[in-house]
């Protein structure tokens, strides 16, 4: 999602774990986030603090559809699952969680 540039950050990546509704990280980062930092944020903010999944749903983003985001989900064993472009699910999920 799109933020006001703070602290030398534009976007926010948002990670839940579906089947665990207190499982969730809003990790800070910039809207041209490659696919190799986008790995380095879920070592460092996600794997550390969850572990790792046993699946990966994401968008379409350059960084999650890239050759080697797919290549690093198949070395550690995680099923990854691009979703349709829209996830209506996440974005009324992230419109009542920012209206509360």
């Known amino acids: 999602m799109d933020l006001?540039?703070?602290d030398g950050f534009d976007s926010c990546l948002v990670v839940t774990d579906h089947d665990c509704t207190k499982a969730l990280?809003?990790?800070l980062c910039n809207k041209t986030v490659t696919a190799s930092e986008t790995a380095t944020l879920y070592q460092n903010h996600v794997f550390q603090?969850?572990?790792?999944p046993v699946k990966a749903i994401s968008d379409r983003g350059p960084q999650f559809a890239s050759q080697m985001f797919r290549e690093l989900c198949?070395?550690?064993g995680?099923?990854?699952?691009?979703?349709?472009?829209?996830?209506?699910g996440l974005e009324l999920y992230l419109w009542i969680f920012c209206n509360h």
């Open 49 to 52: 603090r969850f572990g790792l």
């Open 25 to 27: 990280a809003f990790i």
């Open 74 to 76: 198949t070395k550690l």
């Open 78 to 88: 995680i099923k990854q699952n691009i979703s349709k472009c829209v996830n209506q």
């Open 4 to 6: 006001p540039q703070s």
